[in-house]
């Protein structure tokens, strides 16, 4: 049971433009969310996170928003630049952290 | 370098074997997350420790895997007479806290290859 999704397994974007990389969940109950980039062959790095009580968190060129009622949050990178290029995974917190299957982003130059 | 530590980076076994993997969390952090991640899937969490403690191990699978957190030393994931569906990146997190408001410090992962 996938208490966390990202439907979109790849994203493609343009260099200097914006990518937005969506994930859902299913559980009302999740009072924080964060944000994890990775690259091949490393463990997952922490990006941005948000708590239940905001709908929105920035961080330099990151933005994270959380849609409570639609139990939807995204992250917003602008401008998207190469080094961009990784997995990123969303995760959710209730007794532990739930991980979305990932979104594979490459930043075209 | 006081990141999590994760030995060894890869580890082939033969079914039957046992596998042991090692995590060495960050300075300071007494809290440990052991994570799975099968191909083409998001990463699963399997069990989270303090020192010697086990704390929850709701996601271990119910035969053949255990872990632990000595007083001293790396926490061990221990997998024994291991199959083919045990191959996949282990992930291992350490946090400060143990709530998880914390952001939580993964390593780089041990890559287990059953043959």
């Known amino acids: 049971d996938q208490q966390v999704k990202q439907n979109s397994p790849s994203l493609s974007v343009q260099e200097g433009r914006i990518s937005i990389l969506n994930c859902d969940y299913t559980?009302?109950?999740?009072?924080?969310f964060l944000w994890y980039k990775k690259y091949p062959a490393e463990g997952p790095t922490f990006l941005i996170s948000?708590?239940?009580?905001?709908d929105k968190n920035e961080d330099g060129r990151f933005t994270v928003f959380l849609n409570k009622s639609a139990k939807h949050l995204s992250l917003h990178i602008v401008p998207s630049q190469p080094g961009d290029s990784a997995v990123y995974f969303c995760?959710?917190?209730?007794?532990?952290?739930?991980f979305g299957t990932g979104t594979s982003l490459t930043v075209i130059p | 370098n006081a990141g999590v530590m994760q030995n060894p980076r890869h580890l082939v076994r033969r079914r039957g074997q046992e596998a042991r993997l090692r995590c060495s969390p960050m300075?300071?952090?007494?809290?440990v997350y052991w994570y799975r991640q099968l191909p083409e899937e998001g990463l699963k969490f399997m069990v989270y420790?303090?020192?010697?403690?086990?704390?929850?191990e709701s996601g271990m699978p119910k035969e053949r895997f255990s872990a632990e957190f000595p007083k001293e030393g790396p926490s061990i994931l221990r997998i024994q007479q291991v199959v083919r569906g045990d191959s996949a990146a282990y992930f291992c997190?350490?946090?400060?806290?143990?709530?998880?408001?914390?952001?939580?410090?993964f390593g780089p992962g041990t890559r287990l290859t059953v043959t």
């Open positions: 420790l303090q020192k010697e403690n086990i704390i929850d």
């Open positions: 559980n009302s109950m999740f009072d924080y």
């Open positions: 995760a959710a917190s209730g007794n532990q952290f739930y």
């Open positions: 997190a350490s946090s400060q806290q143990g709530t998880v408001t914390y952001e939580q410090y």
């Open positions: 948000i708590s239940s009580i905001k």
């Open positions: 300075k300071g952090h007494s809290h």
